[in-house]
């Protein structure tokens, strides 16, 4: 295993929070409604509530994703091949509906979202693809993409590896992300530790945030 110090710069590095809405991690919301477990992702919120607060007291941006699906969207239905929100039960066809509380911040972190200065709406998994995220990184000078949120084999993801192939730092924080199950979870941050970024505890992460500096070990 490798082992390296890393330094972190505040002025050059952000915090990218993916999706944490009532759809995808209340247990009322419409994904927890069919039965799926949203445990992994409820659980995330006090994580992501300590890194927020802890990166706005370093310096660090805070930047939200949004989801936002529309009822009228036909997109969906130009596919000859089924697409994911129309594969059985758990993704319903109401999720995360624009201006629906199934698209609202879950309320633990409503306010922290609310006092931010950058909320991307994005309408697919990667918070990259069609939105101003990417002109906003380069406009604020950030190099570096601190990850947490859901879900992380969709939306965190797809998110990472886009990140990675732009050339940005990707560092995923491993309790800050949460998927339907522990197997799919472990999978999906093996794979980008080893590809398209680091994955880091919470307690490395927060060292790094508050001290600047941490050892990072590659796989």
Known sequence: MMRSLYNLIPEETALLVIDMQNGYCHLNGSIGSTGADVSQM????????????????????DIWTKQHHYADDITK????????????????????????WDSQFVDELKELAATSE??????RFSAFLDTRLETLLRMKGINTLIVCGVVTTHCVESTVRDGYQKDYDMIVVNEGVGAFSNEANRASLKLMNQYFGIVISQEEALKLITEKQTLLNYA
């Open 42 to 61: 409820n659980a995330t919120i006090p994580h992501v509530k300590k890194l927020v607060e802890e990166c706005r007291a370093a310096g660090i941006l």
């Open 77 to 100: 239905e130009k596919h000859r091949i089924l697409p994911h929100n129309r594969r059985g039960k758990t993704v319903p066809k109401n999720l995360a509906i624009k201006n629906s």
């Open 118 to 123: 950058e909320i991307i709406i994005k309408h």
